[in-house]
């Protein structure tokens, strides 16, 4: 059974950093595409960063320049370095694993940025 779990979450003040962990278990790591998402009060979830099996990276336009995704296969954990952050990076961050018949989520991790 595929199980992910986030941590690295927290309140921060703005402008600073956050290293953001999934865990994943119960499937071969390093074969699949992997995610983190967001989602805010009131907003439908969106993708922050994708990494593919072969790590190649995209971005949502509002987090281009300040967050970086990573993956390593060797401890089966997927990051999210997130610097520079702003308010509206409040969210819970959720990562996901894409396999072919379906896409697994962790439970997520809140991050807020405050002053």
């Known amino acids: 059974q595929v199980q992910l779990v986030e941590s690295g979450g927290g309140l921060v003040q703005p402008g600073g950093s956050l290293r953001l962990s999934c865990a994943a278990s119960?499937?071969?790591?390093?074969?699949?595409?992997m995610g983190w998402y967001r989602q805010a009060p009131g907003k439908q979830r969106e993708r922050v960063a994708r990494?593919?099996?072969?790590?190649?990276?995209n971005y949502a336009d509002s987090v281009k320049g300040r967050f970086t995704i990573s993956r390593d296969n060797a401890k089966n954990t997927l990051y999210l370095q997130m610097n520079n952050l702003k308010p509206e990076d409040t969210a819970v961050y959720y990562c996901?694993?894409?396999?072919?018949?379906?896409?697994?989520w962790g439970q997520g991790t809140q991050v807020t940025v405050s002053s």
């Open positions: 990494i593919t099996s072969s790590s190649s990276t």
């Open positions: 996901n694993q894409e396999q072919t018949s379906r896409t697994y």
């Open positions: 119960g499937s071969i790591f390093r074969f699949y595409a």
